[in-house]
């Protein structure tokens, strides 16, 4: 398969269009460093003043949507340590999450000395939504370039959790641990305005309940009434320096360790074998080629170390299990 020769796209990726010197058509329209740099200085300028001005009105200052991974990991440290925000962090347990993930949530937490909850949604509600997942057509094409649509289920699961605990709680910022890879720098710091947190809250609702049915009632925010107060999403490693070492030298100082079991793409969740596994047999691409091209031409990682991620194939014996677990 052909890859484009700067960053990892493969010419089956959506709008590759790799052209005769080998460049994919994502390097050709890529804005400088300069460019970027300039705008993640501005949303860590505005997040900055947002921590100021909002810092220590509620019980609460920040929800972390937390798996217990290395990134959302970092982004809970910083957030305590740096920002000196008082953090609730939130699990979504998915029945999949490596038993190593879960102790370091247990593990950090106790250093950090943060408040943790565990929101464990029943087997039987979980397997209905990412079996579905599999063969619907419930997310768009465009969500499907960045992440599988099991893990596009899951996500919708953990953001609705997230939503409904803060709403709860009225806590003025969500945080999440998306790479820069995972998430565009414009929306690394969002406003929810009361349109868009209803619009994102239906759509979001509908697209699981269509998956998973009524059962889900029960972990769906109120979407008739509007957020008390200010709302904020925030990805703050979308607009702060990236550094895989860094970030791996700091959290391991509070205990945390990288699970054996999750293979190269994930730091907290044997799901994703399966899910990657199914990805690439339907659409012919990694769900993770697009991160890791993106982390890449950022010069986050090295080409080679992107390529290795991408080439390592899912564990045959933990994916039979997970299809064994899902009933597939």
Not at 264 to 284: D, E, T, V
């Amino acid at each position: 398969m052909r890859r484009c020769q700067r960053c990892t796209l493969p010419e089956t990726f959506p709008g590759a269009a790799i052209d005769g010197q080998g460049v994919c058509r994502y390097c050709r329209q890529a804005r400088s460093p300069k460019e970027d740099l300039a705008q993640r200085g501005k949303l860590e300028f505005r997040f900055s003043r947002l921590v100021e001005r909002l810092r220590g009105r509620q019980s609460y200052d920040c929800l972390v949507s937390w798996s217990g991974g290395k990134d959302s990991t970092y982004v809970l440290t910083l957030l305590k340590q740096d920002y000196g925000l008082r953090p609730l962090a939130v699990t979504f347990d998915n029945g999949f999450l490596s038993p190593q993930a879960l102790d370091n949530c247990r593990t950090v937490a106790n250093q950090l000395g943060v408040d943790h909850i565990i929101v464990a949604p029943k087997f039987d509600l979980l397997r209905r939504l990412f079996v579905s997942s599999v063969d619907s057509a419930c997310f768009p094409r465009v969500a499907l370039r960045r992440a599988s649509s099991i893990c596009n289920a899951c996500m919708g699961m953990n953001k609705l959790i997230a939503l409904q605990l803060a709403q709860e709680k009225k806590i003025p910022f969500l945080a999440y641990g998306w790479s820069p890879g995972q998430i565009p720098i414009p929306s690394a710091l969002l406003a929810y305005t009361p349109s868009l947190l209803q619009t994102i809250l239906q759509s979001t609702a509908a697209s699981l309940q269509r998956l998973a049915g009524e059962t889900l009632q029960a972990y769906l925010p109120d979407t008739g009434t509007t957020y008390p107060i200010e709302l904020y999403s925030v990805s703050p490693l979308g607009f702060l320096r990236y550094d895989e070492v860094q970030i791996r030298r700091r959290i391991s100082g509070l205990g945390w360790k990288p699970p054996d079991d999750t293979g190269p793409n994930s730091s907290n969740c044997l799901l994703n074998a399966l899910a990657s596994s199914i990805h690439y047999q339907q659409f012919g691409y990694h769900p993770y080629d697009m991160e890791l091209a993106t982390l890449v031409r950022m010069g986050c990682i090295a080409r080679g170390e992107a390529l290795r991620r991408l080439e390592v194939a899912p564990d045959p014996a933990l994916v039979a299990s997970i299809r064994t677990r899902l009933g597939l």
